[in-house]
C-alpha cells in the first residue's frame, strides 16, 4: 500500500475583527479554512506526530494574526498566514488557506450624529472569498479571489431556442424569459499587487454590468459575455470561472381562472435546476499550477 497525497487543518475558523477608529468601528467578520502538507508521512503511516502542527495551533495563530496585523483586504490576510504556516515550521511545505467573508452595513440613526457609528445590519450581498496557496520549495504562491450568493435577474431581454428534441422533450421555445442565477465566480491574479479590494468591486461591477448588458440566447452565452468583460477589464486578472444555476422561472396558468398572463406572474423553481459552467483564460494566461486545487 502507498499513501497518497494528503493534507490537514484547520476548517472555518470565524474571526470578526473590529477596528476602532475613535468613535467609528469598522467590521471584518470571516470564515478561514487552513490546509497544510509536505513530510508528513509518519503520523499517518504509523502515527509519529512529531512533524504535525495542531489544528488548534492553526485557528490560535488566525486570532492571534487578526489582533496582531488586522484584516483589510482578505486576500492579504491569507497570504499572510500561508507564508507563515510554511516557513515558520520545516514540515510543511504547502499552505491552502481560504477566506470568506461576510459584509455588514453600517446603521445610521437619525437623530443624532454619534450615533450609528458602531451599530451594523449583516448585508444582503454576496460573500466574498479567496483561496491562497504558498509552496515552500518553489517560493510560489497564487491567488484566487471570487464571490458567491450573487443572486440577479432579468425580467426579459432572453430567449431561449434551437435545442435538441427528442422523445422525452416536453421544454417550448422561448423568445422571451426571465433569466435569474446565482453567480459563483472565482478569478485567477497573474501576481500579487496591492488593490484587491479595488480589483474585487471592479471585476464585480463588469459581472453585473455584462449580465445587464448581454440579450441573453442562453446563460452559456452570458456567462461568456460576464467571463469576457472582466478580464477586459481588469488587466491583473488572466483567468476567471464561474458556476451559474438557472433559477427557473415558469409562468403560471391563469385560464382557468378566467385570466391571461402577459408574462406577469411567475412560479419560481428552486429544484432541480440547470447548471451552467465554465471558464474565460486571457490567451497568455500563465499556467495555473495549483491555483484551483
Known amino acids: 500500500m502507498l499513501l497518497g497525497p ?12 473590529v477596528t476602532r477608529d475613535g468613535g467609528v468601528h469598522h467590521i471584518k467578520d470571516c470564515n478561514v479554512s487552513v490546509s497544510l502538507s509536505g513530510d508528513m508521512d509518519a503520523a499517518h503511516l504509523n502515527g509519529d506526530n512529531a512533524a504535525v ?10 486570532f492571534a494574526f487578526a489582533r496582531k496585523y488586522g484584516i483589510t483586504e482578505i486576500e492579504e490576510f491569507a497570504l499572510l ?4 504556516f510554511v516557513d515558520s515550521q520545516p514540515t ?16 445610521r440613526a437619525e ?4 450615533q450609528g457609528q458602531h451599530s451594523f445590519v449583516r448585508s444582503g450581498r454576496e460573500i466574498r472569498t479567496c483561496v491562497v496557496h504558498h509552496d515552500g520549495p518553489s517560493r510560489q504562491a497564487t491567488i484566487v479571489s471570487g464571490l458567491k450568493g450573487l443572486t440577479v435577474l432579468n425580467s426579459t431581454g432572453s430567449e431561449f431556442h434551437g435545442f435538441i428534441e427528442d422523445e422525452y422533450t416536453t421544454l417550448q421555445p422561448t423568445h422571451d424569459r426571465v433569466l435569474a442565477t446565482e453567480v459563483s465566480a472565482a478569478w485567477r491574479h497573474r501576481a500579487e499587487h496591492d488593490a484587491f479590494g479595488t480589483s474585487y468591486e471592479r471585476a ?8 445587464a448588458g448581454t440579450h441573453s440566447l442562453s446563460l452559456q452565452q452570458t456567462l461568456y459575455a460576464m467571463g469576457c468583460r472582466v478580464l477586459n477589464a481588469r488587466e ?6 464561474l458556476a451559474m444555476p438557472n433559477k427557473h422561472h415558469f409562468t403560471v396558468d391563469l385560464e382557468p381562472f378566467g385570466l391571461d398572463n ?12 440547470g447548471l451552467i459552467e465554465g471558464a474565460v483564460l486571457a490567451d497568455d494566461a500563465p499556467d495555473a499550477g495549483f491555483a484551483w486545487e
Not at 236 to 241: G, H
Request: with cysteine; aromatic share 12%; proline share 4%.
Open 204 to 211: 464585480r461591477r463588469a459581472m453585473l454590468d455584462a449580465f
Open 111 to 114: 437623530e443624532a450624529t454619534d
Open 53 to 62: 502542527l495542531p489544528t488548534d495551533s492553526q485557528k490560535n495563530t488566525i
Open 81 to 84: 498566514l500561508a507564508r507563515h
Open 6 to 17: 494528503n493534507r490537514y487543518g484547520k476548517a472555518e475558523t470565524r474571526v470578526v475583527r
Open 92 to 107: 510543511v511545505h504547502h499552505a491552502r488557506v481560504e477566506v470568506e467573508e461576510y459584509f455588514w452595513d453600517r446603521i
Open 236 to 241: 491583473e486578472i488572466c483567468e476567471i470561472r
Open 262 to 273: 402577459p408574462q406577469e406572474v411567475f412560479f419560481a423553481a428552486d429544484r432541480p435546476y
